[in-house]
T-cell receptor, first 112, second 116 residues
């Protein structure tokens, strides 16, 4: 059974800092890995999708890397802004059926 | 593109009643949809995988007779919580898979269910 751990559980930084969110998973036989953002009381917004054959994906100020063999992924956020405040979830997908396992998330607060 | 909607966004019902939640992919066809529930300050737990035209596959511990899932078309899946009880109060979120092979999930905005 896949287990996903996200560290840290919470993070508070001043605006403008670069930061790294970590995700580790126990079963490296994944098909892909997605990073999501969730605002309080809202659904999930897909940020980045990394296929198992890829090492990283970039979108704007976000960069996600994947090391499948070691069971790790990181989400790098550059020049953080207060609008980045949210909970960030990673979800490795284990099968072609698309089933994903979610970590508990990292709650990020960016202070102006 | 890749928009998923849910209706209703929130619902309050009395214990013992049934509640239906709709999940629609607005601008793409989704052969597979997923239903999750999320308790406060916890992560998402997959309840079931819904495939168009076939029976849903439920995760271990999820009562299929209590959480009825129907995926009648490529753009609509419904979750019916039957004989709801206060412990069923939760945030229910659906997702739809873009298309075979690409495997990216797009999530709906969620439905907040409160059972009195």
């Amino acid at each position: 059974k896949q287990e996903v751990t996200q560290i840290p559980a919470a993070l508070s930084v001043p605006e403008g800092e670069n930061l790294v969110l970590n995700c580790s998973f126990t079963d490296s036989a994944i098909y892909n890995l997605q990073w999501f953002r969730q605002d309080p009381g809202k659904g999930l917004t897909s940020l980045l999708l990394i296929q198992s054959s890829q090492r990283e994906q970039t979108s704007g100020r976000l960069n996600a890397s994947l090391d499948k063999s070691s069971g790790r992924s990181t989400l790098y956020i550059a020049a953080s802004q207060p609008g980045d405040s949210a909970t960030y979830l990673c979800a490795p997908g284990n099968t072609n059926a698309g089933k994903s396992t979610f970590g508990d998330g990292t709650t990020l607060t960016v202070k102006p | 593109g890749a928009v998923v909607s849910q209706h209703p966004s929130w619902v309050i019902c009395k214990s013992g009643t049934s509640v239906k939640i709709e999940c629609r992919s607005l601008d793409f066809q989704a052969t597979t949809m997923f239903w999750y529930r999320q308790f406060p300050k916890q992560s998402l737990m997959l309840m079931a995988t819904s495939n168009e035209g076939s029976k849903a596959t439920y995760e271990q511990g999820v009562e299929k007779d209590k959480f009825l899932i129907n995926h009648a078309s490529l753009t609509l899946s419904t979750l019916t919580v039957t004989s709801a009880h206060p412990e069923d109060s939760s945030f229910y979120i659906c997702s739809a898979r873009w298309w075979e092979g690409y495997n990216e999930q797009f999530f709906g905005p969620g439905t907040r269910l409160t059972v009195l």
